[in-house]
């Protein structure tokens, strides 16, 4: 990896920069430090049928910015794992394996595509500057909304049409302030990063 991106990989900052050891133990520390945040988003929601807007999408991309995309992923993959073994970290705080079957299931399914790609975007020097942060989060974001419409319309049966106008479009402000608002975490974050290996 070059230098600019090893400078720009996992910009936890300062206050997590004892972590970057590489250790399992801190790598542990990290995943389950990153499935509390990312429930404690999914807790903050605004009720929609037939899909919930919640703050859960802006943690994934966070995460995944934050943590690189190995380990981004890796803390997301146990999120859902968690929610699949009816942890209640889901939206809302809901649990269990009937939501990776139902018409929200293609939204889990991008929830890691998401972190993966964020990550590895964000390693490799792409959103070293707000409007390129911003892009970086916003295809983030289509990652998830992409596959959750696909699901809903199949799932569904409701069509492309029917299962944009309810998937898609009523989050798509939605989508741009949380782009926006991860952006700016991420700006803040590299504000203080040090040129430190990452973590995997």
Request: net charge positive; glycine share 12%; aromatic share 10%.
């Amino acid at each position: 990896m070059n230098s600019a991106a090893t400078e720009t990989s996992a910009p936890l900052g300062a206050a997590l920069a004892w972590l970057r050891g590489g250790s399992w133990t801190r790598r542990v520390f990290l995943v389950l430090a990153g499935t509390l945040f990312l429930a404690a988003c999914s807790w903050i929601e605004v009720p929609m049928v037939p899909v919930p807007m919640t703050m859960q999408t802006f943690g994934l991309v966070v995460i995944g910015a934050l943590y690189g995309w190995r380990l981004g992923g890796a803390t997301v993959l146990t999120y859902l794992l968690q929610g699949a073994l009816g942890l209640p970290v889901l939206a809302g705080g809901a649990a269990g394996f009937i939501h990776f079957v139902g018409p929200t299931a293609g939204y889990l399914f991008g929830f890691a595509l998401a972190a993966v790609i964020v990550g590895w975007l964000v390693e490799r020097g792409v959103a070293r500057h707000p409007l390129s942060a911003f892009a970086v989060m916003l295809l983030g974001h289509a990652a998830i909304l992409a596959p959750g419409v696909a699901w809903l319309s199949t799932v569904t049966g409701l069509g492309w049409t029917q299962a944009t106008a309810l998937g898609l479009t009523p989050f798509l402000l939605g989508m741009v302030l949380k782009s926006a608002l991860a952006a700016a975490c991420l700006q803040a974050a590299q504000r203080y990063r040090r040129p430190t290996p990452p973590l995997v």
